[in-house]
């Protein structure tokens, strides 16, 4: 489990970044938000990327979902059976999620003290059910482990 707190890049940056390493790795990505609105948004940053940079993605709801290497989606069930869920906005990501993935990750934006309060709740609520959680931070510029559970 791991936490990407911004600070300096945007979000459709970090995301694009992170989803292109899950990727490359071989994993199926479910990326869970919490609004329509958000996903919208992400949607069209992630088909406008660079040509070389193209991200095959899909939204939750379409006829090939199952199919999708990376599914951008509200829910807890997504049908392209993630190795890897990211949560933005503070989607919910449960301790028992965690166990079947290869990787989870949460992404929040330090300057949105609400977003900042959920993550530090989720922070809590999965190491205390015993998730391993890694907490990496750019304050400085560059991504730092800032804390380990």
């Known amino acids: ?3 990407y707190h ?3 890049t945007p979000l459709e940056v970090t995301l694009r970044l992170l989803l292109e390493k899950s990727l490359a790795a071989g994993w199926r990505v479910s990326l869970r938000a919490q609004s329509d609105a958000l996903l919208d ?4 940053t992630l088909w406008a990327g660079p040509d070389d940079g193209f991200l095959a993605h899909g939204r939750d709801g379409g006829a090939h979902d199952a199919d999708q290497p990376v599914l951008l ?13 990211v949560a933005v906005e503070g989607a919910v990501i449960a301790p028992e999620e965690v166990a079947g993935l290869k990787r989870a990750m949460i992404v929040f934006d330090g300057h949105d003290e609400i977003g900042l309060n959920i993550a530090r709740a989720q922070w809590k609520t999965l190491t205390a059910a015993g998730v391993k ?9 560059r991504w730092a482990m800032k804390a380990e559970s």
């Open 1 to 3: 489990m791991f936490f």
């Open 6 to 8: 911004l600070t300096q």
């Open 41 to 44: 948004q992400l949607d069209r």
């Open 73 to 85: 989606t509200l829910s807890q069930n997504a049908a392209n059976k993630p190795d890897c869920l």
């Open 133 to 141: 959680a890694k907490y990496w931070s750019e304050e400085t510029g």
